[in-house]
């Protein structure tokens, strides 16, 4: 199983990102896939999932703000973040579950910097 981010890098605050996640190894279309981050010395939490289906969870921390999107044809899963906070400043890492109460597997992070 690979999971490979892109696209983190260093943005003003209120600017917008796309990250990118490439998926192979595994039946991508039956797997809901998820954006994460970290800051060190947090805990990893939840950014926003998309179901095979389609179905879609958002931490209400981005709610209005990001978008999360897949390619099922491509193995791609994608987080358009818009007005950035510096807040949001932390390593993303892209996760694949086959289901929710599952740890999953993870990608090597992409880290993502929101200056003010």
């Known amino acids: 199983v690979q999971l490979q981010a892109s696209g983190g890098g260093l943005v003003q605050a209120g600017g917008s990102l796309r990250l990118s996640c490439a998926a192979s190894?595994?039946?991508?279309?039956?797997?809901?896939m998820g954006w994460y981050r970290q800051v060190p010395g947090n805990q990893r939490e939840l950014v926003a999932s998309?179901?095979?289906?389609?179905?879609?969870n958002y931490a209400d921390f981005v709610k209005g703000r990001f978008t999360v999107s897949r390619d099922n044809a491509k193995n791609t899963v994608d987080l358009q973040m818009g007005s950035l906070r510096p807040e949001d400043t932390a390593v993303y890492y892209c996760?694949?579950?086959?289901?929710?109460?599952?740890?999953?597997?993870w990608g090597q992070g992409t880290l993502v910097t929101v200056s003010s």
């Open positions: 190894g595994f039946n991508f279309n039956t797997y809901i």
């Open positions: 998309i179901a095979s289906s389609g179905r879609v």
């Open positions: 996760n694949a579950k086959r289901f929710a109460h599952y740890t999953g597997y």
